[in-house]
């Protein structure tokens, strides 16, 4: 366990280190998910035999992308080409949600709309 966290703690210094964005003009700054969440997306990865995939994150961050429901099927939808199967399940761990499609585990803001 302490492995796991170590190494995510290696990869999101990495990570800030080599993507690091200026505070200054209208640039934000690089944000990425918080350890518990890559922690708990990992289990649920081994766990299901599914990958994780970050496609829709930065989208979520900036209010671009939304939970769509249509009758009974949601899907994380940005555009007409580019949205999700339909979701199997969803888990919050802090200000991130897990998203469990048929092939893959999206991470995605908490803050992203449920339409």
Request: positive net charge; contains cysteine.
């Amino acid at each position: 366990m302490n492995g796991i966290r170590s190494a995510i703690k290696k990869q999101k210094k990495k990570i800030l280190r080599n993507y690091k964005m200026s505070q200054t003009g209208t640039k934000p700054k690089l944000s990425i998910p918080c350890a518990e969440t890559l922690q708990q997306a990992c289990k649920l990865s081994i766990k299901t035999q599914k990958p994780m995939c970050f496609y829709f994150y930065v989208d979520s961050l900036k209010g671009n992308i939304c939970i769509a429901t249509n009758d009974d099927e949601k899907i994380i939808f940005k555009n007409n080409d580019e949205h999700t199967s339909p979701i199997q399940n969803t888990y919050k761990v802090n200000d991130e949600y897990l998203v469990v499609t048929e092939n893959t585990i999206y991470v995605i803001s908490a803050k992203t709309q449920i339409k």
